[in-house]
């Protein structure tokens, strides 16, 4: 049967089981879920995990493909494109199903925002927390999937952490559930740390139960600025080294911090070229804060940082900020190339300062931000246009081959496909073997995000 | 002095036992070929593989006291041999099991089909420790409390610290997703694993994972932490260590009824207080340890809490008030603080010699690990309770009442086979409460071979068939720790499509 065939099949069969308002193949509407300027075939909103299982199934025998979708503030990394596909839209799953403030848990659909879930936590002074930057939007489906983190990953971990139960839509449009409210479970295999970051290539999370955390008494973030990369990283070590117990320490260079700084209007951050700016979270306990202030800032004088005044400022305006930086730092940039790079804690400003040299040797505009205390790294190229200059593939070989060096990983989140292979030779890994058996075992016909394979390296 | 034959019945039931195992009837006569053997031989040299039956009988068992023989023992040095005698065995279809220290409780390291037990206690070397970038490598068969003891001079620590960890082993740890007291706080194995390096069923090795947080990928160590041997033979793990904290205030509560203790475990997290650990003891097991290791606990009360918070100095003055307040209007009689780091080690090692002291009372245990929502804590011990009376059966309760992780302990003679009957009936009534009750089969000890039959409690046949995918990836040939985890139809539905995968029995 023709593609276009297929996909009328699919379309009116959807359209009987769930009525009109739920299928769409309008290109009008279909705009909405455009994807690098692509766009897809038809979407479809079921409104429960049965009916996701349905859309599946049909879609599954037609041999078409299905890009889950919570908010799509993800969609366009890796430079993804829709090809004739079907997105099924999750955000009529969005029930939040029960807080049990006794036992800490909550248990939602995966439509959920994470904002919309925090706001409905903190009534019962509960909390999950994970902070990627695109908090304000995306849901926690979509967050598990692509396995998102953000500062408070240092103090709290990541997704994997808090994910106790799961309920997920196979390939071939099962329901299964893997974990519940337990705590602890290792009955049979870890099927939920699978789907984590598998960017719905495995299955489609419908509902999970997540542990929580109480929420903190207070908090503070401090911004100091450091006069050169080398007194941050000192100042960083021996705070991890410490007894004390930071949620988030963030490293942003010169650049970074100038954006940071703008947004904000911190008129006191008067860097020179190798200023770098560390943002210190601490949360806590009353006692926890009133101990801890004094002893930071005890070991930043030691490296004569300068302790910017922003107490007056929200702790919420200031990690807003934070999160806006991932848009700020690539607006204006058609061509922006954003690389994520993890590696040993370390040796973060060691190959963030040899980076930058080479992106000053070259000519080449980058700002970098860090978890500093988690490894992470992210790299921003400031690229006004195509094609890439050799110098961008020279900053990116140099980037990639230092990280591979320290035992390390890249992904090229952002940017044009031509640049990609730069990063790194692409060694043939065993484990990678094992990936891509286990989406073929899983999903033999190849339904789910195919596309996205590739950028995932399986 | 009784008659003699009061106290020859038991010898000659020793040497009963040691003669023969469940698995090694006497008139047992086969054995592994001759020319695998070999093979293997020049592999491992000749000293390092084991055939004789009693060598055999010391490696078939783990701590369950279910026993078959193998038909061989190996000792392999390092990865090259392991994953050379896994191919040699894959050649043969010879199923192997790994085995660390063999301290599992749910049947993990039996070898039920016959074949190779591969004994990794060679590899057991700390192979590195980067404080500065907070992690460790190790090999398999690093002991937990080594780890421990060589990080301790450095100020670091690995978190999850199974009661077991004088004994057991990191790639057991790992295999099992193990817990511990601290994991209430710190999390179980699974969250403190970066890496692996695991041999597939022919020999493959395969680094899985990295020496990194953020690995690219599917997250193939959260998958294989848990799998209880069943994917491959560990052979490296690199964990993340932290800061070992420097102020820890350890405080034992006494209560004249489980219901106070377990309604002060919820107003602590109420409190939303985050202690590092939270055990519960009953009577019946407070005063087996306290006859086998003298902590001074109470003998006559009917639950203690074992309670450590660590921290910032300031905030640990704070909630120990918290806790000691939330105790005390729950009923306790007594809220003891440790003093000294000796006080502390003299509490813990109350909670640690728990399983081990119930042997003065019965010579064989069955312990449960059913794990439920915390609120659900103290209905589940009564439920334990009532079961063991219809049984008619002795019970003693340990648990992570943080995690809602009970470990009733029903203390039994295993030469009394009507007993022992009762026993995994009430096992099964008390793994069925512990679901009904929304919770799970088991948090830390695994399926293995004690709660296969259980599975179909949790998961439906569409779980499990998932479940079997994934390990057909690993091992498509069934040959590495075959007939576990999964129930034994399932097993024997998947030998029927797979008839190369026969044992040498």
Redesign the interface.
């Known amino acids: 049967m023709p593609a276009s065939a297929k996909l009328e099949s699919v379309f009116s069969a959807l359209v009987d089981l769930f009525g009109p308002n739920a299928v769409c193949n309008d290109p009008a509407e279909v705009a909405s879920f455009a994807v690098n300027g692509s766009l897809p075939d038809l979407t479809v909103a079921p409104n429960s995990l049965e009916q996701v299982a349905a859309v599946v199934k049909l879609t599954s025998h037609a041999g078409l493909a299905i890009v889950p979708w919570g908010t799509g503030t993800k969609q366009e990394i890796g430079g993804y494109q829709l090809a004739g596909a079907v997105v099924l839209s999750l955000r009529r799953l969005s029930r939040i199903l029960e807080v049990?403030?006794?036992?800490?848990?909550v248990t939602c659909e995966a439509g959920v925002r994470l904002v919309d879930l925090d706001r409905e936590l903190r009534r019962e002074?509960l909390w999950l927390p994970l902070d990627p930057d695109d908090f304000d939007e995306a849901t926690i489906g979509g967050t598990l999937a692509t396995?998102a983190s953000g500062p408070r990953r240092l103090r709290y971990?990541t997704a994997?952490?808090y994910l106790l139960g799961m309920k997920l839509v196979?390939p071939h449009g099962?329901?299964?559930?893997?974990?519940?409210?337990?705590?602890?479970?290792?009955?049979?295999?870890?099927?939920?740390?699978?789907m984590?970051?598998?960017w719905g290539t495995?299955g489609i999370i419908g509902e999970v139960t997540l542990r929580l955390?109480?929420?903190p008494?207070t908090a503070v973030t401090l911004v100091y600025q450091f006069a050169n990369l080398a007194g941050a990283s000192r100042f960083i070590?021996c705070t991890?080294?410490?007894?004390?117990?930071p949620s988030a320490i963030e490293l942003l260079d010169r650049k970074a911090g100038d954006s940071f700084a703008r947004e904000l209007g911190l008129t006191d951050w008067q860097p020179a070229d190798e200023s770098s700016l560390v943002l210190v979270q601490i949360e806590?306990?009353v006692?926890?804060i009133?101990?801890?202030v004094p002893e930071l800032n005890t070991l930043a004088k030691q490296e004569n940082a300068y302790l910017l005044e922003t107490m007056e400022i929200p702790q919420e305006r200031l990690w807003s900020a934070r999160r806006r930086l991932d848009t700020l730092l690539r607006d204006g940039f058609p061509a922006a190339v954003k690389v994520?790079a993890?590696?040993?804690?370390?040796?973060v400003v060691p190959i963030i300062s040899e980076a930058r040299q080479c992106a000053a040797r070259h000519g080449v505009a980058l700002s970098t931000l860090s978890h500093a205390g988690?490894?992470?790294i992210y790299y921003y190229l400031q690229v006004p246009g195509s094609p890439p200059s050799t110098g961008i593939l020279d900053v990116l070989a140099e980037i990639g081959g230092r990280t591979i060096a320290a035992?390390?990983?890249t992904?090229m989140e952002y940017g044009p496909a031509a640049v990609r292979s730069s990063l790194s030779a692409n060694v043939p890994?065993?484990?990678?073997r094992?990936?891509r058996?286990?989406k073929t075992?899983?999903d033999p016909a190849g339904t789910l995000n195919p596309d996205r394979l590739e950028w995932?390296?399986? | 002095m009784g008659k003699w034959s009061d106290w020859i019945k038991p010898i000659v039931g020793l040497l009963s036992n040691l003669l023969w195992c469940d698995g090694c009837p006497a008139d047992k006569k086969e054995t592994m070929e001759q020319s695998i053997l070999s093979v293997i031989m020049k592999i491992v040299e000749t000293k390092h593989v084991l055939t004789r039956r009693r060598d055999l009988l010391a490696y078939g068992y783990d701590a369950t006291g279910e026993s078959r023989c193998p038909d061989a023992v190996v000792f392999p040095s390092c990865t090259a041999e392991v994953a050379a005698v896994m191919a040699a065995a894959k050649k043969h279809r010879i199923p192997v099991v790994p085995r660390g220290a063999g301290t599992n409780l749910s049947g993990g390291t039996i070898p039920v089909e016959g074949g190779i037990v591969l004994e990794l206690s060679r590899m057991n070397r700390i192979l590195a420790i980067d404080p500065a970038n907070q992690r460790a490598v190790v090999e398999p068969c690093v002991v937990n409390l080594d780890l421990q003891n060589a990080l301790a001079p450095l100020g670091y620590f690995y978190a999850p610290d199974p009661a077991s960890q004088k004994v057991s082993t990191m790639g057991g740890n790992v295999a099992e997703n193990s817990g511990g007291p601290h994991c209430l706080k710190y999390g179980v194995t699974a969250n403190h694993i970066l890496g692996l390096e695991l041999v597939l069923e022919d020999g493959e090795i395969v680094s899985i994972g990295g020496t990194v947080e953020d690995v690219p990928g599917y997250d193939l160590t959260g998958l294989v932490v848990g799998s209880e041997g069943t994917f491959g033979v560990i052979t490296q793990v690199t964990v993340r260590i932290m800061r070992l904290p420097a102020n820890i205030k350890t405080m034992l509560a006494v209560f004249e009824t489980l219901e106070d203790a377990g309604k002060t475990v919820s107003e602590i997290i109420a409190a939303g207080i985050v202690p590092a650990t939270l055990e519960l003891m009953d009577r019946a097991v407070v005063s087996a340890v306290e006859a086998s290791v003298h902590a001074g606990y109470p003998l006559n009360a009917e639950a203690v809490l074992l309670i450590e918070v660590d921290g910032l100095p300031p905030a640990l003055a704070r909630q120990c008030d918290q806790i000691t307040a939330a105790c005390e209007r729950n009923g306790a009689r007594e809220v003891r603080v440790a003093k000294t780091s000796q006080e502390r080690d003299a509490l813990w090692l109350g909670r640690r010699g728990a399983f081990g002291a119930i042997a003065r009372v019965r010579p064989r245990y069955l312990v449960q690990d059913g794990t439920v929502p915390r609120t659900k804590l103290a209905e589940a011990l009564r439920q334990v309770t009532a079961i063991a009376n219809r049984y008619e059966l002795m019970v003693g309760n340990v648990a992570h009442a943080g995690d809602g992780n009970l470990h009733p302990l029903f203390m039994f003679d295993h030469r009394n086979s009507e007993e022992v009957e009762r026993v995994h009936r009430a096992g099964r009534e008390i793994l069925e409460a512990c679901v009904k009750l929304g919770g799970t089969l088991t948090g830390e000890h695994g399926i293995g071979l004690e709660k296969q039959e259980a599975m179909s409690l949790l998961f439906t046949t569409e779980d499990i068939a998932l479940m079997q995918r994934i390990k057909d990836v690993f091992d498509p040939h069934h040959l590495v720790n075959p007939g576990k985890i999964f129930p034994r139809r399932d097993w024997e539905s998947a030998g029927e499509k797979d008839n190369s995968s026969a044992s040498l029995r």
């Open positions: 049990d403030a006794g036992n800490q848990t002074q396995n971990r994997r952490d196979t099962e329901i299964v559930q893997v974990g519940r409210k337990a705590i602890k479970d290792v009955a049979g295999y870890d099927l939920r740390k699978l984590i970051g598998a495995l955390l109480p929420t008494e070590a991890l080294q410490s007894q004390l117990q806590g306990m006692e926890e009133e101990y801890q994520k993890s590696v040993p804690l370390g040796t988690s490894g992470v035992g390390g990983f992904i890994r065993a484990d990678f094992l990936m058996s286990i075992a899983l995932l390296g399986i």
